[in-house]
């Protein structure tokens, strides 16, 4: 277990529709990070925040937003769903006191299909 | 710009065989290198790291060593078994940290 925890696990949505995905980070870790784990594009990275502020930016597209909250936790948007964002959705969390030699722990994922 | 490539899967092998999975890589300046396992079902675990060149990181028979003059971070084990079948996911981060960059990933299959 690393300490990292997300819901839902699972969820199941039709195109066009909106969910919020849900991510809490390893106590005392003030980054979170989102990714994507799909088939064709494998695992790319979509947004880092840390302590509240946007601090990086991947290939996220428009139509999806993060945010982190006071707590630390953080929820990733996603709106205006197409079938191409099915996929597997994991939040990762570090302490950013060493930048690149950090370790980013992983959560389950969470598990989107659109149909 | 920033990549990871490895060695294109799916890996089978006999329990108790050698394993070695090919990463290279191409990065400015000095990344930390890392070795992610991801389990059937489950979510991506930490292998090992290097920070550093000539670094090695190890844990559960598992090595791999930060070659810096062939940008290489090569995964080995000296003797796999069945319950190391997964997903082996090289990975770095940049000189000024943050983001993952992962290769494509590997999966390796041990039969009894």
């Known amino acids: 277990d690393s300490g990292v925890t997300q819901t839902p696990k699972h969820l199941i949505t039709a195109t066009g529709q909106r969910v919020t995905l849900r991510c809490s980070p390893r106590?005392?870790?003030?980054?979170v990070y989102w990714y994507q784990q799909s088939l064709d594009q494998g695992l790319q990275f979509l947004i880092q925040?840390?302590?509240?502020?946007?601090?990086a930016k991947g290939n996220i597209l428009e139509r999806f937003s993060a945010q982190q909250f006071p707590d630390l936790h953080s929820e990733l948007n996603l709106s205006s769903l197409e079938l191409g964002d099915s996929a597997l959705y994991f939040c990762?969390?570090?302490?950013?006191?060493?930048?690149?030699?950090?370790?980013?722990?992983f959560g389950p994922g969470t598990r989107l299909t659109v149909l | 710009g920033n990549s990871v490539t490895q060695m294109e899967g799916p890996v089978t092998l006999s329990e108790e065989a050698f394993l070695t999975i090919n990463c290279t890589y191409t990065a400015t300046g000095y990344p930390s290198l890392f070795w992610y396992v991801q389990y059937p079902g489950e979510g991506l675990q930490l292998l090992l790291k290097?920070?550093?060149?000539?670094d090695k990181g190890s844990n559960k028979g598992f090595e791999a060593t930060y070659r810096k003059e062939t940008t290489s971070f090569h995964l080995e084990k000296g003797s796999v078994q069945v319950s190391d079948s997964a997903v082996y996911f090289c990975a770095l981060t940049p000189n000024q940290g943050g983001k993952l960059i992962f290769g494509q990933g590997t999966e390796l299959s041990v039969k009894p």
């Open positions: 290097a920070t550093k060149a000539d």
């Open positions: 990762a969390s570090s302490p950013w006191t060493s930048g690149s030699t950090d370790t980013q722990y």
């Open positions: 106590s005392g870790d003030l980054s």
């Open positions: 925040y840390y302590n509240g502020e946007e601090r």
